[in-house]
């Protein structure tokens, strides 16, 4: 092979082929000349478009593993041609029949392939089944879900000549998909159930004040404790739509939130007046739960400090406490006060006072039981079982 270069500039290829000939005693040379430019012209670009679909399928398998689809294509005679992320999307090793089955389909249900090969075959010419979402079962056991599109590719004389699909995992935008829409509907739910709860405590307020119209005749004092109560039903429904399970409330954070809105309430009638919430066992109630305990609570805030301070200085640290604990299947409450106390002979299940008859009416609503007695204050316990 030799270079040549002609007097028009232009660079050639020659092959120069040597014989040996015998002749009588001599030996002969013979040299013949081939232009092979064009020849080795069509070599190196085929070795470029070579190297060139090297690239294209390596970047191509690239962008298939990054997004996750995998495309698929069936011949005439009936045998399947995945690209290799289908492998990763089913979570299992290429086999050597896999070109025989369709393996995807393999991976659903019977009721999931009946009905997409039924759709499959009535597609007509370059027709596409577009967008059809299914659940698949990788071998791992893992639940999948892929976006499938299938088409049946025809030549130009009408004759089906491949099934072409492309499949993409969908499994996150699926799964975020269905928590968003479960999500709607909970809160489409807690709009008709707050609608609910906010007509029931209006009329529970106004009984409230009914009460207190037929115990007291100071209207002063019936607004003022009809305020306190409303604020207790603001501190529920505030925390109820910050949440994002509606059906229940972690305690610890509910009523740390609630004993900050009751010290900012009270503080302005009460001088150093302090609500400490502790909670020795974290856990949940639901809200059928939580509104008569934060009333039967907000009650015994009310009693505290119309009367367990009377004749205390105004300098008196008046403390409030409020303990949790779970034990078993029940919830205790202890609720204390450093206050003057009970009376000896204070018996709640027979007061006729507004505050201990709302109370005793809330604890059987909760299906609970209580006691009360003095010790440096007023203690109230409240046990009740918890909801499943």
């Not at 070795?47 to 995998?70: A, M, R, Y």
């Not at 699909?165 to 996150?172: K, L, M, P, S």
């Not at 004993?259 to 974290?282: G, P, R």
Request: glycine letters at 4%; charged letters at 30%.
């Amino acid at each position: 092979m030799g270079i040549h270069k002609s007097s028009n500039r232009h660079i050639q290829k020659l092959r120069v082929i040597y014989q040996r000939l015998v002749v009588g005693d001599r030996n002969l040379w013979v040299a013949g000349i081939k232009d092979v430019t064009e020849d080795v012209r069509i070599k190196q670009k085929i070795l470029d478009q070579n190297e060139e679909l090297k690239i294209l399928h390596d970047t191509l398998n690239d962008v298939e593993n990054s997004n996750k689809f995998s495309v698929q294509y069936v011949d005439n005679e009936g045998r399947y041609y995945w690209s290799s992320s289908i492998y990763d999307i089913l979570e299992r090793e290429p086999r050597d029949d896999d070109e025989y089955n369709n393996i995807v389909m393999d991976a659903c249900d019977d009721e999931t392939v009946e009905l997409i090969m039924s759709k499959v075959n009535r597609l007509g010419p370059n027709e596409l089944l577009g967008n059809h979402e299914i659940e698949i079962t990788t071998e791992n056991g893992k639940t999948k879900y892929l976006l499938i599109n299938i088409k049946n590719v025809h030549n130009s004389k009408g004759e089906l000549v491949q099934k072409s699909c492309y499949a993409r995992d969908i499994t996150e935008e699926y799964l975020m998909r269905e928590s968003l829409i479960k999500a709607n509907e909970e809160k489409t739910i807690l709009m008709k159930d707050s609608h609910h709860r906010i007509k029931n405590n209006l009329n529970l307020l106004l009984r409230f004040i009914s009460l207190e119209e037929k115990f007291s005749d100071d209207y002063e004092e019936i607004l003022n404790v009809t305020k306190k109560r409303i604020s207790s039903f603001v501190v529920f429904h505030e925390n109820l739509y910050k949440i994002s399970n509606f059906k229940e409330m972690n305690i610890s954070e509910y009523f740390d939130k609630f004993a900050k809105a009751s010290e900012s309430f009270y503080k302005h009638d009460y001088e150093s007046f302090n609500l400490k919430f502790i909670c020795y066992d974290d856990f949940k109630l639901s809200n059928d739960e939580l509104v008569p305990l934060t009333l039967i609570i907000n009650e015994l805030v009310i009693n505290t400090l119309k009367y367990a301070f009377a004749g205390f200085s105004k300098d008196y640290s008046k403390n409030i406490g409020l303990t949790a604990t779970r034990k078993d299947d029940c919830a205790e409450f202890h609720y204390f006060d450093n206050g003057t106390g009970l009376a000896s002979n204070f018996d709640p299940e027979k007061s006729t006072g507004l505050g201990w008859v709302i109370i005793r009416s809330l604890v059987s609503q909760l299906n609970g039981s209580y006691e009360v007695y003095s010790d440096n204050g007023m203690h109230f316990k409240i046990r009740f079982p918890l909801s499943d």
